[in-house]
């Protein structure tokens, strides 16, 4: 994943926590807070997993097996 596209996520991110602030701050429904939880942490998971799978393919192409191996055991914890 490429720098630039993992900064913008990660500011779509922190705009979704600004929101959800501001929802609790408002005491608009638990319900649609929760929607909001949920949609941010689906976000950061995704980032998680695109950076582990960018770091996981150039490890395996730079023949880094103990690197790949905690790269791996990363991904599939969550």
């Avoid at 949609?39 to 023949?63: F, I, N, P, Q, Y």
């Amino acid at each position: 994943m490429e720098t630039d596209k993992v900064i913008t996520q990660l500011k779509r991110i922190r705009g979704q926590l600004d929101g959800i602030i501001r929802m609790y701050e408002e005491e608009r429904g638990c319900v649609d807070i929760v929607r909001q939880v949920i949609a941010a942490r689906s976000s950061l998971g995704r980032v998680s997993r695109d950076l582990l799978s960018g770091e996981a393919t150039r490890c395996s192409k730079e023949r880094k097996i103990g690197e790949l191996d905690e790269i791996l055991k990363e991904v599939f914890r969550y």
